[in-house]
């Protein structure tokens, strides 16, 4: 205050003078940029060349200004907050806000998939699992204990609920996926779980999870649920796998008796099916046979009663027909005179020792033709030798 020039030329009733202030004001900032020196030894050039206030204050207004331009990508939204209270959310596009601290703003991808691992944890560039025996150990509905290991992969769906409900959406989600896992695995069996189930199990799950987190208005969707791992725990797991591999028997060995009946029971089906038809078509045929021989013995019986002898003489030529035509018939020529006949014993002898099968029958009267020809010629020839050795005696 000593130091003030004007210090004793104030009036202490009236307001202090304007450009005193800016004066003051002025020599302050050039004592803060390394521009201060002794009062007395100021002369009036010196007192001239001080900084522009309103440039600077320009300036800064128009920095201020610019720090609310932002852009919102593409999937997500930026939310506005007013001194901490929501005023609007902004669609994807260039937007502008109130400079801090009036406003801020925070842009959330919202169709980015997140994945939250309950179970087991696996680090980034590590192949290696690490287990959380406190999350993957439950119990089934048959009071046993399994491992199971999942993964959950969700995104947003409405952004003021991920953020104002929310303290962390990533906890919130592990925490009900292990709650909704454990609920439908311990109403389910041990055997259903590990085997056949898993696919439904993980189906039941993501329907409970997202049924969870709407009654909480978490503002998660729930994507899908991965079942990475199903398996008993490691003290039981060698006699779980002679469990398994039994019934694998018990299976392959039903499998197989299933194949063996398939394989029988038709073939079996189709022989009696044959059987049934040739009988139906045996009987069929002696039916026919019977009746037709009935048939032909009325007719041969009214002939009978009309002509007695011609039928009689007709049915012995009928008979003999019949019987001649099935064996084999040599024809002798006793014009000759000759008492030495030469006879193809060999021949009848094969043509009779040749079982009676329709070919061999319809055969026989076909060899015995070449028989006459050949009998025929051998007479004769030797009726020449014969008349040349008399001439010659």
Same mark, same amino acid.
Not at 237 to 250: I, P, R, S
Not at 332 to 339: E, L, P, R, T, Y
């Given at each position: 205050? &000593?130091?003030?020039?004007?210090?004793?030329? @104030?009036?202490?009733?009236? $307001?202090?003078?304007?450009?005193? #202030?800016?004066?003051?004001?002025?020599? *302050?900032?050039?004592?803060?940029?390394?521009?201060?020196?002794?009062?007395?030894?100021?002369?009036?050039?010196?007192?001239?060349?001080?900084?522009?206030?309103?440039?600077?204050?320009?300036?800064?207004?128009?920095?201020?200004?610019?720090?609310?331009?932002?852009?919102?990508?593409?999937?997500?939204?930026?939310?506005?907050?007013? %001194?901490?209270?929501?005023?609007?959310?902004?669609?994807?596009?260039?937007?502008?806000?109130?400079?801090? $601290?009036?406003?801020?703003? +925070?842009?959330?991808?919202?169709?980015?998939? @997140?994945?939250?691992?309950?179970?087991?944890?696996?680090?980034?560039?590590?192949?290696?699992?690490?287990?959380?025996?406190?999350?993957?150990?439950?119990?089934?509905?048959?009071?046993?204990?399994?491992?199971?290991?999942?993964?959950?992969?969700?995104?947003?769906?409405?952004?003021?609920?991920?953020?104002?409900?929310?303290?962390?959406?990533?906890?919130?989600?592990?925490?009900?996926?292990? +709650?909704?896992?454990?609920?439908?695995?311990?109403?389910?069996?041990?055997?259903?779980?590990?085997?056949?189930?898993?696919?439904?199990?993980?189906?039941? &799950?993501?329907?409970?999870?997202?049924?969870?987190?709407?009654?909480?208005?978490?503002?998660?969707?729930?994507?899908? #649920? +991965?079942?990475?791992?199903?398996?008993?725990?490691?003290?039981?797991?060698?006699? %779980?796998?002679?469990?398994?591999?039994?019934?694998?028997?018990?299976?392959?060995?039903?499998?197989?008796?299933?194949?063996?009946?398939?394989?029988?029971?038709?073939?079996?089906?189709?022989?009696?099916?044959?059987?049934?038809?040739?009988?139906?078509?045996? *009987?069929?045929?002696?039916?026919?046979?019977?009746?037709?021989?009935?048939?032909?013995?009325?007719?041969?019986? +009214?002939?009978?009663?009309?002509?007695?002898?011609?039928?009689?003489?007709?049915?012995?030529?009928?008979?003999?027909?019949?019987?001649?035509?099935?064996?084999?018939?040599?024809?002798?020529?006793?014009?000759?005179?000759?008492?030495?006949?030469?006879?193809?014993?060999?021949?009848?002898?094969?043509?009779?020792?040749?079982?009676?099968? $329709?070919?061999?029958?319809?055969?026989?009267?076909?060899?015995?033709?070449?028989?006459? $020809?050949?009998?025929?010629?051998?007479?004769?020839?030797?009726?020449?030798?014969?008349?040349?050795?008399?001439?010659?005696?």
């Amino acid at each position: 205050m &000593a130091n003030d020039p004007g210090w004793g030329n @104030r009036n202490n009733d009236g $307001p202090p003078d304007l450009d005193e #202030v800016l004066r003051q004001f002025t020599r *302050k900032l050039n004592n803060l940029f390394g521009k201060s020196g002794d009062s007395g030894d100021k002369t009036p050039s010196s007192e001239n060349k001080s900084i522009p206030i309103l440039p600077i204050v320009g300036l800064v207004a128009l920095v201020w200004f610019a720090t609310g331009f932002y852009i919102v990508d593409q999937g997500s939204r930026g939310v506005v907050l007013r %001194f901490g209270k929501h005023v609007e959310t902004t669609l994807p596009g260039p937007r502008w806000h109130m400079p801090y $601290p009036v406003e801020s703003v +925070t842009v959330v991808n919202m169709e980015q998939v @997140r994945t939250v691992e309950v179970g087991y944890r696996s680090s980034e560039g590590d192949a290696a699992r690490s287990k959380q025996q406190q999350e993957s150990l439950m119990l089934t509905d048959d009071e046993n204990i399994i491992d199971i290991q999942f993964a959950v992969q969700y995104n947003l769906k409405n952004v003021e609920d991920t953020l104002f409900n929310n303290r962390s959406a990533e906890e919130s989600v592990r925490g009900v996926a292990e +709650t909704a896992i454990r609920e439908v695995v311990g109403k389910s069996k041990m055997d259903f779980a590990l085997s056949a189930g898993r696919e439904e199990l993980a189906l039941n &799950a993501k329907v409970l999870m997202q049924d969870i987190l709407d009654r909480y208005k978490t503002g998660v969707y729930v994507v899908n #649920v +991965t079942m990475q791992n199903a398996q008993p725990p490691e003290q039981v797991q060698a006699a %779980f796998d002679d469990a398994v591999k039994a019934n694998q028997d018990l299976e392959r060995q039903r499998n197989e008796g299933l194949a063996y009946a398939n394989d029988v029971i038709p073939r079996a089906a189709g022989t009696a099916s044959r059987l049934l038809a040739e009988a139906a078509g045996y *009987k069929l045929r002696v039916e026919n046979e019977a009746k037709g021989d009935a048939s032909r013995f009325e007719q041969v019986l +009214t002939q009978y009663q009309r002509a007695p002898e011609v039928t009689r003489q007709r049915l012995y030529i009928d008979a003999q027909e019949q019987i001649l035509s099935s064996v084999s018939k040599v024809i002798v020529d006793q014009k000759g005179g000759n008492s030495l006949l030469y006879l193809p014993l060999d021949k009848l002898i094969a043509n009779t020792a040749a079982p009676a099968s $329709p070919a061999n029958a319809s055969s026989l009267p076909a060899s015995s033709t070449p028989i006459l $020809p050949e009998l025929d010629t051998s007479l004769r020839s030797r009726d020449a030798l014969r008349s040349r050795d008399r001439e010659s005696r």
